[in-house]
Structures are given as C-alpha cells and as structure tokens.
C-alpha cells in the first residue's frame, strides 16, 4: 500500500465524531452516516472496492467473504476488541492483515460488570420498575424487596485477563473473595494483591463459588464452555454475570436453570444470538430472575474515542509499510 496516496477506508458503521473527523482527514474514508448496519452483498462490495475495511463486532466477516476481496484489500483493522466476527485465518491465506483494538476497554467493561453483580442480587432494577412504572410502593417495610448482601461473598471469574483482573481489583474492595480459573495461572504479585484462589479445574470452582463471572474471550474452544452440566454443577442460590459474548454460555440451558430455581439470577450484557434477544429472557427479566442490558459493557464516550484512535494508529501504521501494532496472528484466538 503506497505511503503517498491516502488509502481507500470503508467504515461498516457510525463512529464517534472526533474519529470519523480524523478518519477524513487523514483518509480517503467512506462513512456510514445513517448507522445503519449493513448487508452481506454490501460488505462484499466493500471489500471488492476498498483498501481497508473497519467493521464492528457486528459485521460477520467469514471464509466465503473473503474469498470475494477484491486484490487491493490489505487491511480489516476491526473496530473491536474481540475477532471472532473475523475468519482471521482465511484473510491470512488471502494475504489479509487483521487489527483490533485491544487494552482500551478493560476498565469499562469491569464498571459494568461490578454493576452486574450488584444490580442482580440487591435486585435494583427491580426496585426500579416499581417506582417508575404502574406499581405502587407501599414504603418501606423490614420484609419487603429483600435481596442479598455481596459482602463476604466468593466470586469465581472464568478468565483472568484484563478485564477478569479489572473485576477482581473492583470485587475485593466491596468485601468478595476472589477466585479464578484461566489458561494460565496469573503472576504471583497479582494473585497476592488480590488475595486470588487459582483453579485449574473450572468444575470444581462452579462448585465452590456464589457468583460467576464470564471475562473469557470466545473462541471456538470458548464456545458453551458454561454448558448444561455445567451450570448445574453451580449451587442453587449462586448468580451468574456475562460481559464478555453471549456464546460462551448455553443459553438455552441458563434459561431452563433459571426457570427451574436451579440458580438465583443472572446478569446478562451480551446473547448468544444478538441483535435477537431469546423471548424467555425477557420473560425473566420480568420476573425480577435475570437482569439483561443491551450490550453496554463497553459503550462509554471515553472508550469508543480511544477505541477509534487505535484504529487509526493501525491503518497509519500499515500503510506507511510497518506492522500494525494491534496485528491479530492466525491461530492465536
């Protein structure tokens, strides 16, 4: 990609103001001023005519896709932190350089997950709806909307990365006792600060723990790693908490726990299959069983800006001949 001409960059959705504005100026960019999201054929034809493409975690990018890239595509610099919307080794074998955004979105995402594991068991969205809707609060009673104390709780995080240790960081300060099961066993300076219980064993941690926290990345390996004999291994008042891609857990089995009483609630930000949201769910969430959120875990002004810049330092980056700093390798997902 020549340094002396700016690059062809096609944006699959809105971005903030400042990024696009950038974008413009130091691209030759195409945005996506109405927001809206777009269709297979139209990605295709992105990806026919342009250099680089920037699409979001909602644009699903697979092998077939791919193959359609025109010759002058070079670059999928991903507006995102996860790549599993991305079929990253076939645009290896398309000669396709992948980038994403990584390392910007650690601490917003913990927000809303320490919000979770609050919202759920304090049933604060509960609480909510009878103030604001048709109900009528009888004021205050020593029985009445009883939920339970975090304090002293044990919370088990599946997957102690950033935004895992993040989370750990926020749970200790309000008196919960950490657990973890990853990959690897984190540092030993981290796991002290944290006072942190390692598992290697993500069944025997189930068992032991009163909320679960979901911070893994989703891969294939990843894919219903919370399954139905899973869930069931958890105890009948633990709580669940999901920030990190609805796929991780089998939805359909979480519901049937929930309905059951085989668990006490459930935080969900992210679905299995999003944009579409599972009616049952709903149906919980009105029950007070389950508190859902539309995918917010990361939407902050603040983090949607870096998150853009770092796009931009990718495609600066790759077209001045260098490698991208956030360059996503084949086979490491």
């Known amino acids: 990609m020549s340094n002396r001409k700016k690059p062809k960059v096609f944006i699959t959705r809105k971005l903030p103001d400042p990024v696009e504005t950038r974008m413009r100026e130091l691209f030759d960019a195409t945005l996506n001023i109405d927001d809206k999201p777009l269709t297979q054929p139209e990605l295709v034809a992105a990806m026919r005519d342009f250099q680089v493409l920037v699409p979001t975690v909602t644009d699903r990018i697979d092998a077939a896709m791919i193959e359609q890239a025109g010759p002058d595509l070079k670059l999928i610099a991903n507006f995102g932190n996860g790549v599993d919307n991305i079929d990253v080794d076939a645009a290896a074998r398309k000669?396709?350089?992948?980038?994403?955004?990584?390392?910007?979105?650690?601490?917003?995402?913990?927000?809303?997950?320490?919000?979770?594991?609050?919202?759920?068991?304090?049933?604060l969205t509960e609480g909510a709806r009878i103030l604001a809707g048709d109900g009528v609060w009888p004021g205050w009673s020593p029985t009445w909307m009883l939920g339970h104390r975090i304090w002293g709780k044990r919370l088990g995080i599946v997957g102690m990365g950033r935004i895992g240790t993040a989370v750990a960081r926020r749970a200790k300060a309000f008196g919960l006792s950490i657990h973890y099961h990853n990959r690897r066993r984190v540092d030993q300076r981290t796991e002290d600060e944290l006072e942190a219980t390692y598992w290697d064993s993500l069944d025997q941690m189930l068992a032991r723990v009163d909320i679960v926290s979901v911070n893994c990345p989703s891969t294939p390996a990843t894919f219903h790693l919370l399954s139905a004999r899973r869930l069931a291994l958890l105890k009948p008042g633990a709580y669940i908490v999901n920030t990190a891609r609805g796929g991780i857990i089998d939805e359909t089995a979480l519901i049937q726990a929930l309905r059951d009483g085989a668990i006490a609630g459930a935080g969900l930000d992210v679905f299995e299959h999003e944009p579409a949201v599972d009616a049952k769910l709903v149906r919980l969430a009105d029950e007070g069983k389950v508190v859902i959120l539309p995918h917010m875990g990361s939407a902050t002004v603040e983090g949607r800006i870096d998150m853009g810049e770092k796009v931009i330092v990718n495609i600066r980056t790759f077209a001045d001949g260098h490698r991208p700093p956030d360059r996503v390798l084949p086979g490491r997902l």
């Open 95 to 123: 000669g396709i350089t992948v980038t994403n955004t990584p390392n910007v979105l650690s601490e917003d995402t913990a927000d809303m997950t320490m919000a979770l594991i609050l919202a759920v068991p304090r049933r």
